[in-house]
């Protein structure tokens, strides 16, 4: 997707380092890590979408100052422009944010979403779900995590372990549809039931099980988007 990832793990390491789990996890650090998070996202999901309407105006203009003798050639491409489909940015300038966080409160998540709320994206709210009777491959890739042969070669600023996701567990919200309501109402209404964005901009809830393979969550991802 060419998306640029803002994780909670990552920036509270870069904000708290070596401090103690009481400082780095307290409620005060908590509500810094996720402001930090959506400033820091937005600010790259505008300059993506700047970038992508310089390419979309530039292309305009190319094609009007190259092609004026083809009339039809340019009607099509001003009803593309109309629609916001034409144009994207290219794969050094990114494609949109990822923003990987647990997410255990509804209100953390609301703040996301409502940031979102009118920015004309496809916003996706991917659950990744922890089934009971599958728990105990979670526990275990937790306890592999901190062994010495369960580490990879990807970075992981994560510190969780299993007394942490037990202690999560305890006030977890879980995530629905129904919170996306905000967005499907703004979708709708942007320019009339029959616009453009009333039919394509609008957002998903996908749920995917967690027990899964990475390999198997991502195909279950792509299948829910019909990529």
């Known amino acids: 997707f060419y998306a640029r990832i803002f994780s909670t793990d990552e920036i509270r390491h870069t904000l708290y380092g070596s401090a103690e789990k009481s400082v780095k996890y307290s409620a005060e650090a908590n509500s810094e890590v996720y402001k930090t998070m959506l400033e820091e996202g937005i600010k790259e999901f505008e300059k993506c979408k700047n970038e992508m309407n310089y390419s979309v105006k530039n292309d305009a203009e190319n094609i009007t100052n190259n092609g004026n003798s083809n009339n039809k050639q340019n009607s099509v491409l001003s009803g593309k ?34 940031a979102f709320n009118k920015k004309d ?14 728990e105990e491959f979670i526990i275990k890739r937790l306890e592999g995590r901190f062994s010495k042969s369960g580490g990879g070669d990807l970075k992981d600023y994560s510190e969780a372990d299993t007394s942490v996701y037990f202690n999560q567990k305890n006030y977890f919200e ?17 320019d009339g039931d029959n616009s453009f964005y009333s039919h394509t901009v609008m957002p998903f809830f996908i749920k995917i099980d967690a027990a899964d393979e990475l ?9 829910s988007l019909k990529i």
Do not use: Q, W
């Open 81 to 114: 422009i109309e629609s916001g489909i034409l144009g994207a940015p290219d794969a050094a300038s990114g494609g949109g944010v990822i923003f990987d966080a647990t997410f255990l409160k509804r209100s953390h998540r609301e703040k996301i979403i409502n």
């Open 174 to 190: 879980e995530p629905s549809e129904y919170e996306l309501e905000v967005l499907l109402t703004s979708s709708a209404k942007k």
């Open 215 to 223: 390999k198997e969550r991502f195909n279950s991802l792509m299948n």
């Open 121 to 134: 994206c496809i916003f996706i709210l991917l659950y990744s779900k922890i089934y009971d009777e599958k």
